[in-house]
């Protein structure tokens, strides 16, 4: 790996908002040189190029680290930052729905290893960091299937984790709690929420917007993912949270099932 403190060549997916704008421009700043990626047209932002690169399109993911490799030779990190929201009640979400969260969050992750793996092994080094979410640790109401696609990247990234090590290659999981981002706005929404859920799931609706509202600075995470860069041997899992939230996913191992789920569910009366 390349020696701490040296500027290294960073692929940031989705750097085009929230935290991996801010990863980006944070990483930029110390030196690094960076790229993005959004789906829409590439272009120069803060510090770092934003090049085109649509997660769901295995094409587009390719062309897009070949374009990093053609221009700076190597990779020596990767921030598997781009992802979706959902929200609804899991029985008004069609297997659909679903099923593209999924493909983003999970196989557009997947997308770019496999991408970039073979230019890692090439190195004898790397990094891959995956964003997950404190939610991976627990269901939450009403994102029920936001939690799995998490649940599930952490897994394959603890698999990942040992199957390339012995390549020189490091693979942590960094999970953010709530940062103030547009992950609301673009989340998948059922078409629409039947009776029975319809109290409850507005009610966690409310709060979560208001939670988010007030919810920390991006900017956090982006400090976190340069000490991790900076790590020759990474933790497996990072957490972004405070207070209540990094509790929570203590007391998700200490306390019976039932027990966290009646006071998951006090939160959200
Ligand atoms: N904000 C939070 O509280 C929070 C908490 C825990 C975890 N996270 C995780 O942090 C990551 C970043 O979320 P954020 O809160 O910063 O959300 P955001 O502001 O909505 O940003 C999402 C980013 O992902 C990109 N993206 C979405 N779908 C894509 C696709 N199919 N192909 C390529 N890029 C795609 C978007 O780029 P374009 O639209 O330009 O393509 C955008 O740059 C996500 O994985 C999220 O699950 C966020």
Redesign the pocket.
């Known amino acids: 790996m390349p020696k701490p403190n040296t500027p290294q060549v960073v692929l940031v ?9 801010a990863v980006c421009a944070y990483l930029a700043a110390q030196g690094h040189t960076v790229y ?5 047209p590439a272009g120069q932002a803060e510090g770092y190029q934003l090049i085109a ?4 399109d295995e094409a587009s993911v390719n062309q897009a680290v070949a374009e990093v490799l053609a221009n700076s030779n190597r990779i020596d990190a990767v921030v598997n ?5 959902i929200q609804g009640a899991t029985e008004d979400l069609t297997p659909g729905q679903a099923t593209a969260l999924f493909d ?2 999970v196989m ?1 992750a997947h997308r770019v290893v496999r991408a970039v793996l073979p230019q890692m092994r090439k190195q004898g080094s790397g990094l891959i960091i995956n ?5 991976a640790n627990f269901g939450l109401p009403y994102r029920g299937f ?1 939690s799995a696609s ?1 649940a599930a990247l952490e897994r394959y990234t603890e698999t990942l984790s040992m199957e390339v090590k012995p390549f020189g290659i490091r693979v942590a999981s960094l ?9 609301g ?2 989340r998948i929404r059922p078409a629409q929420t039947s009776e029975p859920y319809k109290a409850g799931y507005n009610r966690a609706m409310e709060l979560l917007g208001g939670s ?1 509202h007030y ?1 920390r600075d ?1 900017n956090e ?1 982006a400090r976190l993912v340069e000490r991790i860069m900076a790590d020759p041997r990474p933790r497996t899992v990072y957490y972004a949270a405070h207070g209540k939230q990094r509790l929570a996913v203590l007391l998700k191992k200490l306390l019976p099932g039932r027990f966290f789920q009646r006071l998951m569910m006090q939160e959200y009366k």
């Open positions: 997916t989705g750097g085009s908002s929230g935290i991996g704008k993005g990626t959004s789906r829409k690169m649509d997660l769901a930052n781009a992802g979706l929201g983003t969050n557009g964003i997950t979410s404190l939610a936001y998490k999970q953010p709690g709530e940062y103030k981002t547009n992950i706005a673009n988010l919810s991006p995470v």
